[in-house]
């Protein structure tokens, strides 16, 4: 039985201001170390005109839930006052395949090492609730190639298991179908009795 995670439904930001600093968290799921790699870059990039953009993220970083990366920054602030506590509000709340940003404009006040710890974890708290918590089981990605005549029937089975999946028609037709982990032997299975073999699943 594949393991199910908490994780965020979607990309959110949510910002506010302490004295005079104004915070800006992001968020946004990903399903790989790369993939929170590249949300990291671009929000640096977006915000270059930012005094800090304090990178953590959580990535379960294989299908079988054994390996768990976690990766936070301070980017120039006091040591352990921003990225650690970003990273510890993502690991309370037990949150992974997700990266967090927080962008900070100084604003003229130091706050002092238990004020920026204090807002740097509220930034996470509040784009953490803006994205809503969601439970999610790893999926993978089956790839079903058929004929025209067997098109049919692969399409009702996804259809009637409730997959999310891509068709593409030419020469043959390909489905690409995203499978909770736990079930993706199973609709092998049933596919290739259905097609009596003539599937060819990746």
Same mark, same amino acid.
């Given at each position: 039985?594949?393991?199910?995670?908490?994780?965020?439904?979607?990309?959110?930001?949510?910002?506010?201001?302490?004295?005079?600093?104004?915070?800006?968290?992001?968020?946004?799921?990903?399903?790989?170390?790369?993939?929170?790699?590249?949300?990291?870059?671009? !929000?640096?990039?977006? $915000?270059?005109?930012? +005094?800090?953009?304090?990178?953590?993220?959580? @990535? *379960? /970083?294989? #299908?079988?839930?054994?390996?768990?990366?976690?990766?936070?920054?301070?980017?120039?602030?006091?040591?352990?006052?921003?990225?650690?506590?970003?990273?510890?509000?993502?690991?309370?709340?037990?949150?992974?395949?997700?990266?967090? !940003?927080?962008?900070? $404009?100084?604003?003229? +006040?130091?706050?002092?090492?238990?004020?920026? @710890? *204090? /807002?740097? #974890?509220?930034?996470?708290?509040?784009?953490?609730?803006?994205?809503?918590?969601?439970?999610?089981?790893?999926?993978?990605?089956?790839?079903?190639?058929?004929?025209?005549?067997?098109?049919?029937?692969?399409?009702?089975?996804?259809?009637?298991?409730? $997959?999310?999946?891509?068709?593409?028609?030419?020469?043959?037709?390909?489905?690409? /179908?995203?499978?909770?982990?736990?079930?993706?032997?199973?609709?092998?299975?049933?596919?290739?009795?259905?097609?009596?073999?003539?599937?060819?699943?990746?």
């Amino acid at each position: 039985m594949s393991r199910v995670y908490r994780t965020v439904a979607e990309p959110a930001t949510a910002e506010f201001v302490v004295q005079g600093s104004e915070f800006i968290g992001h968020v946004r799921p990903v399903d790989s170390v790369s993939a929170a790699e590249a949300f990291v870059d671009a !929000v640096d990039e977006e $915000y270059a005109d930012a +005094t800090h953009n304090v990178p953590a993220y959580r @990535v *379960r /970083a294989d #299908a079988e839930g054994d390996f768990l990366r976690e990766y936070s920054s301070d980017d120039g602030e006091p040591s352990g006052s921003a990225g650690k506590p970003a990273l510890n509000v993502l690991t309370q709340q037990d949150i992974e395949n997700c990266a967090v !940003v927080v962008t900070r $404009y100084y604003g003229g +006040t130091n706050l002092g090492v238990g004020g920026l @710890v *204090r /807002a740097y #974890a509220r930034a996470v708290k509040e784009v953490v609730e803006a994205a809503n918590v969601v439970e999610e089981r790893p999926h993978e990605r089956v790839t079903i190639t058929v004929e025209y005549d067997d098109s049919g029937t692969v399409r009702s089975i996804l259809e009637s298991e409730g $997959y999310e999946f891509d068709a593409d028609y030419e020469a043959a037709v390909t489905f690409d /179908a995203y499978v909770p982990l736990a079930e993706s032997e199973a609709l092998r299975d049933r596919l290739r009795s259905a097609t009596s073999g003539r599937a060819d699943l990746e």
